[in-house]
Each structure stands twice: as C-alpha cells, then as structure tokens.
C-alpha cells in the first residue's frame, strides 16, 4: 500500500541541471531515511544520496558539491537536486525510502520506486 514515485528525470546537456522528486504514498506512519540511488547496465545498484528525518545527509563521492538531496516531511517528498551534470551521471534514478506503516509503526521496510532516467549528453 505503499508507493514511492519518482519523477523529474529526462535529458540534459553537460553542466546542465535537473531536480528529480520522490513522492511516497499510502498508509505512512513514518519515514525515516530517503534516499537516491542510481544504477548503469552492468553495474551495481549505488547510492548516490541519503536523508534522514532530522535532516542529516550524506553523498557519494562522485557527486559531492554538484547534488543536493532535501525533503519536504509534510509532502513525503525527497527531492535530488542535480547541478553541474555529467555523462557519467547517466543512469536510472531511483528513489528509496525506509518506512514504518499505521499497521506497523516499529517495523520499518524498505520500498523503492520503479525509478527514472536520467541522460547527460550533447
């Protein structure tokens, strides 16, 4: 019953910017970390942001100054905002969330939106 959807990805020049959002749905008691991920063909599942309610944050390397991860508690929205892009950040995007329900309010999982494409190229 619980959904996250993501949205914001597309096609952008090299330096150019997008902000990709994740909006999580359903029967939400809480949600504790959001974050990003990211993943290429061929290529491991990365983290590429997290959040956690209090608002502490952490990035990987490779995209450290150029992206920023927010969130809005009262939308159940993160958002990734994406500047100074590269080819390298192509990839799909997706979003995750580790979410305690009004059913389970001390179980806490971990769902994951179907995510979105992002492409950096000329």
């Known amino acids: 019953q619980v959904q996250l959807v993501e949205s914001g990805g597309g096609l952008v020049q090299p330096g150019g910017s997008l902000r990709l959002s994740c909006a999580a749905s359903?029967?939400?008691?809480?949600?504790?970390?959001m974050a990003w991920y990211r993943q290429t063909p061929g290529n491991q599942r990365e983290l590429v942001a997290a959040i956690i309610s209090g608002g502490r944050t952490n990035y990987a390397d490779s995209v450290k100054g150029r992206f920023t991860i927010s969130r809005d508690n009262a939308k159940n929205t993160v958002y990734l905002q994406m500047n100074s892009l590269k080819p390298e950040d192509t990839a799909v995007y997706y979003c995750n969330a580790n979410i305690t329900t009004m059913e389970a309010r001390s179980y806490g999982m971990h769902y994951w939106g179907k995510g979105t494409q992002v492409t950096v190229s000329s």
């Open positions: 359903g029967n939400i008691f809480k949600i504790f970390t």
